[in-house]
């Protein structure tokens, strides 16, 4: 028996389908025909900012133990899947599928994948690497889907994981409101979480097991381990038929797309941690944003809460120049405005000390003296008793805001952003 790796991507459109979907559908037919499929096959966010991304700019990888013999049935399978199901009829839409037989993932397919996750890979790049490491490719139209269905493929979760068990609607119910009873997924939430999590927004109490988009799924539990996902599917009530569930093991709510660096060496469509000091006071401009800017040894940057993410703006405000910080986001770049990173987290590790000026009180009239003018001291209104410069004082003011770690609502959460319920603040 031998072991082969099948990579897919860039299936879906803006109108509907799914890579995941046709994944479950491949997995499916697979199995109907006696192969032999690894338990939880690979579903990988890739770089969240590149400008091409289909919805959820994910690619899925399956592993498959086959005989020789079965392998020209394996391969027509999985590309007969891809061409009847793939939104084929948008420009948008270039699916690519790989086939990697090697017995283990080449260190340089790894790299690969990091760098699709991470940045921005040309087909070209894709083309190349597939041939050198002797990995069968088909591209349909343009096939630009092989970038990522190599990054799939080369995705090893070294460092961290998750699990996502999809349920996905049948075909008559695709395009209608989706019928979860929310009652089942807040009794759902409060039985598995933090186990399974970002269910519910607890600001709003909306439903976010659902998606709102004309594809397959039907709902989807994200969970720290696959035995969380089944039990909460047990708890969920749908008042219309699932087709079909599959569990994929994936790099969601991990900070794979994230690049700790410095101020200097951001890029555009890169996403990253900066750790730095608060250099101008938060403001707000139209729509209810706010912008501050941050500053390392290296230089400046302006980071952005978005009105979307509602209650996080009120820990953006309250900060002050001298806070330290360390930030965790998307770098973006539009014409006319500077590099910005739009944030996703953001650790408070040090408040810095603001004091506010207390005019002398005048003992004989128990009212503080008005200033006679920068340098000039102080005189009190009522008796015209005169304070010498320095009689002030200054006063150490409360600040509204604590030290610790603060992030976006699960509605702005994109699918790569660890939640804080998966880490712990940084020593």
Known sequence: ????????????????????????VICDKLKDQGFNLTPYPKLVRLNPNWPLK???????????????STFRELKEIVLKTVEQLA????????PGVVFYLGKSIPSELQKFSRKVIQGIVRIEDAERLAKKIGAEYH????????????????ESFELDSTYEL??????????????????????????????????????????????HTPCPILFGIRSQDPESTLEALSIIKSNEPIERLIIY????????????????????????????KVSETPRIIIGG????????????????????????RKIIVNLKIGDRVKVYGAVKKKKNIPLTLNLEKIEVQNLAEIYMKKNPICMNCSK????????????????????????????????????????????ARRHLAKPLIRISPSK
Do not use: W
């Open 289 to 312: 944003h706010i912008i501050f800017s941050l500053s390392d040894s290296t230089g400046e940057i302006n980071c952005a809460a978005y009105e979307p993410t509602r209650e996080f």
């Open 87 to 94: 939104e084929l009829k948008h420009a948008s839409t270039n």
């Open 139 to 154: 591209k349909f139209k343009l096939g630009r889907g092989i970038i990522g269905a190599l990054a799939a493929i080369g």
């Open 368 to 411: 503080r003296a008005k200033s006679k003018g920068k340098g000039q001291g102080y005189r009190c209104e009522k008796c015209g008793k005169v304070f010498p410069p320095g009689s002030e004082k200054y006063v150490r003011k409360s600040r509204d805001l604590r030290i610790g770690s603060y992030e976006v609502p699960p509605r």
């Open 1 to 24: 028996m031998l072991t082969v790796r099948i990579g897919i991507d860039d299936t879906d459109s803006n109108e509907g389908m799914c890579t995941t979907y046709i994944g479950a």
């Open 166 to 211: 999809l349920a996905y609607r049948k075909k008559s119910y695709r395009g209608t409101k989706r019928n979860i009873d929310i009652n089942s997924v807040i009794e759902m939430d409060r039985k598995t979480y933090p186990r399974t999590f970002d269910n519910i927004d607890p600001n709003t109490g909306e439903n976010r097991i659902t998606p």
């Open 54 to 68: 289909t919805r959820g700019n994910c690619a899925i990888s399956i592993e498959v133990t086959y005989n020789p």
């Open 249 to 276: 093991k994936t790099n969601q709510a991990t900070d794979a797309h994230l690049i700790s660096t410095k101020i200097k060496d951001l890029k555009p469509l890169n996403s990253a941690i900066i750790s730095g």
